[in-house]
């Protein structure tokens, strides 16, 4: 017998203005870069970096477009290539959905070199601003994606919080939503921002954080794909392991990588003379 909660039934549309619907989860993706811009530039002053108010200012927009073809074409590449090889007119169909976090964060750092080249800003000085302030975007999308009743959990009997969700048929299942939203969005902001903002040595050391980003986000997520329910497309890869799990390997060898050649910057700046 179903022994759980309710899945509130919150129209997924925010506002309806005639013809044109706007959607939770367009919120999310608004919300998500104004709150964390206010973040950065609050950041910025903090930190006396080269990553200047008004040069965080101009990479909103390199960011938001980072997020939007990024996250698209991952989704393509990563979890439905078959489908829109077939239907390529269906890749600028955003409004359908289907965006990938790991296709989204490449974008964002293909625009952090290219910002950082073009502007001549410290790459990781930029990273790690960044990378306090993302968590942000992924709990307003997790959110938003828990509204949508998309992404569930996996089916559970075990745990009194389980819930039926409308297009996951009659079985309770986890709400990995929430779940993701919880790890990926408040502790992740929670740890990265402590360790930034009350120990000055993490702050100095550049790159540091940006690696703690990549390993310990991909160390929830691996973590909590236990709980979500593979897309049925796709299944599981390899053995018992979802797409998602799969992609979150690299990410955090990378992110080790990062934190074994960060530097304090007083380091970097010595570097640079001797080089001169």
């Known amino acids: 017998m179903y022994s759980g909660?309710?899945?509130?039934?919150?129209?997924?549309?925010?506002?309806?203005?005639?013809?044109?619907?706007?959607?939770?989860?367009?919120l999310a993706y608004i919300f998500g870069l104004i709150i964390?811009?206010?973040?950065?530039?609050?950041?910025?002053?903090?930190?006396?970096?080269?990553?200047?108010?008004?040069?965080?200012?101009?990479?909103?927009?390199?960011?938001?477009?980072?997020?939007?073809?990024?996250?698209?074409?991952?989704?393509?590449?990563?979890?439905?290539?078959?489908?829109?090889?077939?239907?390529?007119?269906?890749?600028?169909?955003?409004?359908?959905g289907g965006m990938s976090f790991h296709g989204g964060l490449l974008g964002v750092i293909f625009a952090l070199v290219l910002f950082s080249y073009r502007k001549r800003v410290p790459l990781f000085a930029m990273g790690d601003i960044i990378a306090?302030?993302?968590?942000?975007?992924?709990?307003?999308?997790?959110?938003?994606?828990?509204?949508?009743?998309?992404?569930?959990?996996?089916?559970?009997?075990?745990?009194?919080?389980?819930?039926?969700?409308?297009?996951?048929?009659?079985?309770?299942?986890?709400?990995?939503q929430l779940y993701e939203a919880c790890?990926?969005?408040?502790?992740?902001?929670?740890?990265?921002?402590?360790?930034?903002?009350?120990?000055p040595k993490y702050?100095?050391?550049?790159?540091f954080i940006t690696g703690l980003f990549f390993v310990f986000y991909g160390v929830f997520r691996f973590g909590l794909e236990f709980f979500r329910e593979p897309d049925a497309h796709l299944g599981f890869i390899i053995q018992n392991l979802s797409m998602g799990q799969i992609l979150c390997v690299p990410m955090v060898l990378f992110g080790l990588l990062i934190i074994l050649?960060?530097?304090?910057?007083?380091?970097?700046?010595k570097a640079e003379k001797l080089n001169q």
């Open 5 to 26: 909660i309710p899945f509130p039934d919150i129209d997924p549309v925010a506002v309806h203005l005639g013809i044109i619907d706007i959607r939770w989860y367009s």
């Open 36 to 96: 964390s811009w206010f973040l950065a530039r609050k950041m910025s002053v903090k930190s006396h970096s080269q990553f200047t108010v008004l040069k965080i200012d101009d990479f909103l927009i390199w960011a938001t477009f980072g997020i939007i073809i990024g996250g698209r074409l991952g989704y393509v590449l990563f979890y439905n290539l078959r489908y829109f090889l077939e239907y390529p007119l269906q890749i600028f169909a955003l409004w359908e």
């Open 132 to 176: 306090c302030v993302a968590p942000v975007g992924l709990f307003l999308g997790r959110l938003a994606n828990f509204i949508n009743g998309e992404l569930y959990g996996r089916i559970s009997h075990t745990v009194p919080w389980v819930m039926v969700f409308p297009g996951g048929g009659p079985e309770p299942r986890h709400p990995s």
């Open 183 to 199: 790890f990926e969005g408040i502790i992740l902001f929670t740890i990265l921002n402590l360790l930034w903002w009350c120990v």
């Open 203 to 207: 702050q100095k050391r550049t790159g």
């Open 261 to 269: 050649r960060s530097r304090p910057a007083t380091v970097l700046k």
